[in-house]
């Protein structure tokens, strides 16, 4: 007798065969026919008859991809689609695991997974050459490509006609390659293929620097052909790298040569940068559903519970709809409105999407999945219930997950006027056997779950997500949880330069080790484990170099290294030998330690402590500055440094409890490889002392000025030029000769046998010993010295949410908002300083850039306020301060102070300021640091939304339109328009008044509704009235005639009586009221 689940089944297909062709599918009933006491293998052939019709049936048999379309003309394999494909066959196999007699289902279910992932790594090996461009130049035209012929593997599209760049795919497809390998499955095969492998890490590794089209494959908002850095992207590359860190591609296997290494200061980068763009998806996207597979299943990136729920409520609060989630606010995918024949939008075209964006049922499915990873049965239940309604049943009875729902035409108006008052539609997923892949493999994962066929644990072998009470017992390689409260203590060895230093340091009680007292263990210089990691994954065959020449960080440097059994360790880039002259004052020497010390704290998350390697060269203790170093080498053995736990013992005590690095990678190609140089120990006479004698002190002011004026020899002879230059003793006027000279007769004019590079840097040199600061900067500037370490702090700045502006003070500046080479950035600050008689800045730049990009890694919160860290005003802020602490007194030369005293003086300057300063001085320090109020850009949003004609400053204009159509409230990119336009205005305290005016315009509006501006909005106006009305006031009451100068006006407090605010509220109110009021229904005044 048939059960009554076949009579169901039976009584299903005739209804759904006795459809019309063409129609929508019935709402899936499913529920009803299935019986609690099913047995297990009912339940899974279900699932399995489900995944071979809806899924596996559309598998290449030659490639193994899945097309992106069911019909059969689609040709074309997305790889993110066959990634989810392949994770939903993985899936279902992980159930048929867990019953004896499975029929070769599991067999089958995870070779069609392998075969997925093998297709997809086929077609990315034949690609080899865009990886190797890639590595070197990262962008849109060198990329591997994210679309491929389904049956063949072949390139589709060309880079013109195809957004390729898609870092979340290539990361993906890392994640579920190490997900499907430590569940036992055997996806690498050969060492080409690991060392492919390694390669896409490198690729990855910096995603932090390559702004990309994203999981949408249209980069910004505006769909206009431009990249961005989106959130999703950064956090599915950070998982990715977290998962294959450490990790054998040959799982249980394998051995040290199929083993993958990660740049774990890269990945640090990527964590920052994560956490500075959440809970955005970038700067055109304030949300947006991609960030759902980046929070959540399956790449759980973020690690802090706070921004994951405020990313997640920001998701839900904005997107979700009745029928899923919209992709991002006016996504104008496929809408009526759309212009279908043309591939970019125009201008303004943003506003036409608005409340008709396709909403897709995928996302309810993703809250679903995390629902049962966190446990949280209720949000199960609640998005269960949601997507019960809009799915439907095939012609064989099986659930069907429509792509989207829209609009249609005859609807639209409707629904702009009054969002979710009308009903959508389902895309033709779920009619004529055309299914969404992506989507019915996430909802058969998500089923299996909520049935409890598989455990989150079964599709998550690698622990992606941990719970919050297990975090602490992760015993994983690299976590990216961690220990909830990072309090790791780091360990130190004191390595002496030479045995007489050693001896020298002992006499004051430090212990150190010279070189050769630590062998056989080896200390290098960071740059040789780079040339080490140079060998690591090249590949004749496949055309790859291996690891691109990036400097190891302070976390890469705080392992042991085992390399062709040898033990290493190495100090940190901070104990460089730079040629710029930072490295001349040991003051900025012990503040960069104690902020690397503080870095490693923050950042590691090993299971081994952090070893740091202290470097004491004798040149450190020679003058003035010696009884600072005796201080920092007494905190060492006090234990604590700058508030970081340190313990200082003899490095072969420390190895023991030391992460330890084994590069095997390196005996393949022993034969090929040159020598390392490890760091040599001083070789001097056995029984010479240190001698302290050889003290400088910080040169006087008096000391520093050179005794002529520029001017006056830029036209004397040659000659006259030569005998100066000789007979001066002072070395700031011998620079200065000397850029003469160079300029006028080239780099190789001899003076006295010498060319006068040769010389310049003789002066250089010397200067910097004896502290002559302004000679040094002198001289660096006309050898266009660089810093070649500034790019990484450009980056760190810019992963910190910020733009970097370079050039001086008054003139044309260069934004820069995407990482650059040094190469780039050198001739940036050359040109854009040196025409403009700012020479000397070019290098005070550099200075400034390195210290304010170890500031924001440890103190971010002192740029609060600050979108643009603009450089050159950001030096007249440090002049004006300057000019402060003088008084009456002429106020110290800027490029006289020492590079430890410029980063103090940076320091105070970025402080909230204090309360016993003029308000003159105040406005001039916070309009320098271009500091804005909290919530100051979306005031602004506000008063344009009541401006028709928009607003006007400095002569740059603000429009309405298309400002509103194109951008939204919240964005990042508004924020830097607005920013865009205040740039123009010259005076630091005048652009203070500026911000202040637009605040006060905002409350205005916002206490009376009834209000807006008929006409445009000239700031520059509103200045001019106010200041007006404040110069009647000030002279009746003082007695006194006008003054043309605004500085009493600056000088007045923001609020209380007569304050700035009092003459700039006045102002706005007599232009609001000469424009339209708006009749309000509860107007008292009203008569009728």
Known sequence: MASLVDVGWKLLEFKARSKRSGSIYEPLKLSSLHREDEPLWEKLDRYYNAVKTTILNYQSPTTGLFPVKTCSECKE????????????????????????????????????????????????????????????????????????????????????????????????FL???????????????????????????????????????????????????????????????????????????????????????????????NRQTLCSLLPRESRSHNTDAALLPTISYPAFAVDDDALYSQTLDKIVRKLRGKYGFKRFIRDGYRTTNEDKDRRYYKPAEMKLFDGIEYEFPIFFIY?????????????????????????????????????????????????????????????????????????????????????ELISPKDIDPIHRYVPRQDQRNVSMRYSNQGPIVNDVVIHVALIAESQRLQVFLNTYGIQTQ????????????QKELVKAYRFLAINKKLGLSGR?????????????????????????????????????????LIDDITNALQFIKQCWKMQGRPLFLVLIREDNIKGSRFNPVLDMLASFKKGNIGGVKVHVDRLQTLISGAVVEQLDFLRVNEAEISEFKSFEELELPKHSKVKRQMSTPNASDLEQQPEISVEEWLDKPTNEIIQKFHDSNCLASQAQLAGILLRREGPDFLTKD????????????????????????????????????????????????????????????????????PGVIQGIIYSKCSPHGGEREAVLQQELVIHIGWIISNNPELFSGMLKIRVGWIVQAMKHELKIRAGDMPPQDIYQLSPSDIKQLLLDVLQPQNTGRSWLNRRQIDGSLNRTPLGFYDRVWQILERTPNGIRVAGTHLPQQPTLSDMTMYEMNFSLLVEDKLKKIVLPEYRQIIVELLMVVSILLERNPELEFSDQVDLDILVKEAFSDFQKDHSSLEGKEKQDGMEAFY??????????????????????????????????????
């Not at 290493?568 to 040991?586: A, E, G, H, K």
């Not at 010389?759 to 910097?768: K, M, P, Q, V």
Request: glycine share 6%; hydrophobic share 40%; with cysteine.
């Open 548 to 588: 691109p020449e990036r400097p190891v960080g302070c976390i890469g440097t705080c392992k042991i290294y085992r390399i062709l059994g040898k033990t290493v360790v190495c100090y940190p880039i901070v104990f460089d030998l730079s040629d710029f002259y930072l490295s001349q004052d040991v003051m900025l």
């Open 754 to 821: 010498e060319n006068l590079m040769d010389e310049l840097e003789r002066i250089y040199r010397r200067a910097g010993s004896r502290k002559l600061w302004l000679a040094v900067r002198h001289a660096a500037v006309i050898m266009k010295k660089f810093a070649s370490s500034i790019a990484p702090h450009i980056t760190t700045i810019l992963v910190n949410g910020k733009q970097v502006t370079l050039g001086l003070f008054g003139h044309e500046e260069e934004v820069i908002s995407n990482p650059l080479s």
């Open 175 to 269: 994640l579920y390659l190490v997900e499907m390998i430590c569940s036992g499955l055997q996806i690498i095969y050969n060492t080409d293929e690991v060392s492919f492998i390694q390669n896409l890490v490198f690729c990855v590794e910096r995603a932090y620097r390559v702004p990309d089209y994203g999981m949408w494959e249209r980069g910004s908002k505006y769909n206009n052909g431009s990249t961005e850095l989106h959130s999703s992207s950064v956090g599915l590359a950070k998982a990715a790298l977290e998962a294959i860190n450490g990790f054998n591609l040959f799982g249980n296997q394998g051995c040290s040569w199929s083993v993958i290494f990660v740049d774990l200061d890269a990945h640090n980068r």
């Open 367 to 451: 809250m679903m999945i995390d629902g049962v990873f966190r446990g949280n049965k209720a949000q199960v239940k609640e998005y269960q219930e949601l997507l019960d309604p809009i799915i439907f049943q095939s012609y064989e009875g099986h659930a069907v997950v429509p792509k989207y729902y829209y609009v249609p035409a005859d609807f639209v108006e409707a629904e702009q006027n009054k969002h979710g008052s009308q009903k959508r539609f389902p895309s033709n997923s779920g009619r004529d056997g055309k299914v969404f892949l992506w989507g019915q493999a996430l909802y058969n994962i998500a089923k299996l779950l909520v049935d």
């Open 1051 to 1088: 000088n007045t407090p923001p609020v209380g009586k007569r304050s700035t605010s009092s003459y700039l509220t006045k102002a706005v109110m007599i232009q609001l009221l000469q424009g339209d009021v708006k009749p309000c229904k509860d107007d008292p005044c009203s008569v009728s």
């Open 77 to 172: 394999a997305k790889v993110r689609d066959s990634l989810y494909c392949a994770a939903g066959a993985w899936a279902l196999a992980m159930a048929y695991r867990r019953i004896d007699d499975n029929m070769g289902r599991t067999h089958e279910l995870e070779h069609s997974a392998i075969k997925c992932m093998r297709g997809i790594l086929y077609c990315y090996m034949r690609q080899a050459d865009k990886v190797e461009q890639f590595k070197q130049d990262p962008s849109p035209s060198k990329c591997l490509h994210s679309v491929f012929d389904v049956d063949t593997g072949d390139e589709v599209h060309s880079y013109s006609d195809y957004h390729h760049l898609q870092i979340d795919a290539v990361s993906l």
């Open 514 to 525: 010279t070189p050769q007292q630590v062998e056989p263990i080896q200390i290098w210089p």
